[in-house]
């Protein structure tokens, strides 16, 4: 059986181990990451394009992983979360990519290092995806939204109903 996600009041040992599961999955991701990026650097990609190609393929790598198993979100909703997660996720890629393209861009020999600058901004999005992840696209409050934007498409695409027909008018004097 799926077990929903922690909420604050759960114990705290059971809110590590969502902490360190998702660690995990972050560090699968920075992984995934970084090869896409060596990949993209040695095939002749500039660093700016090849991080962004890296950051595409490690997010939805880590949506599954982290659907699947370690918030158990179920079979239900995949696209909704897919998007909550991928807008979730923005946020924390935006401040990861700026991050590595300030540290790359100076050059300089330790921090101007592309996968110096991958690890710092990793570490930058990985407190902000957490926390959008545990909070929005997976917890309570998500379930919420995707529900609400579920409703609001089923009913934007049912067809207008057609108002009753007004009753004549009664010919008795």
Not at 56 to 71: P, S
Request: glycine content about 8%; aromatic content about 10%.
């Amino acid at each position: 059986m799926i077990e929903p996600m922690p909420d604050l009041s759960s114990p705290p040992r059971r809110r590590r181990r969502l902490l360190i599961k998702f660690s995990g999955v972050a560090l699968t991701g920075f992984a995934v990451s970084a090869l896409v990026l060596h990949l993209g650097l040695e095939a002749g990609l500039r660093p700016w394009l090849a991080r962004l190609v890296a950051l595409a393929c490690a997010m939805n790598v880590t949506f599954l992983i982290n659907r699947q198993f370690v918030f158990r979100a179920g079979p239900r909703h995949l696209m909704a979360q897919w998007v909550g997660y991928v807008t979730n996720s923005a946020f924390g890629n935006a401040c990861n990519y700026w991050v590595f393209v300030t540290l790359e861009s100076t050059h300089r020999p330790v921090i101007g290092n592309p996968y110096v600058a991958l690890f710092a901004g990793s570490i930058v999005a990985w407190a902000i995806n957490y926390t959008g992840a545990r909070f929005l696209v997976f917890g309570g409050l998500g379930k919420r939204l995707a529900a609400r934007c579920i409703q609001a498409f089923v009913s934007s695409r049912a067809p207008p109903s057609v108002p009753a027909p007004a009753e004549p008018e009664s010919s008795r004097r």
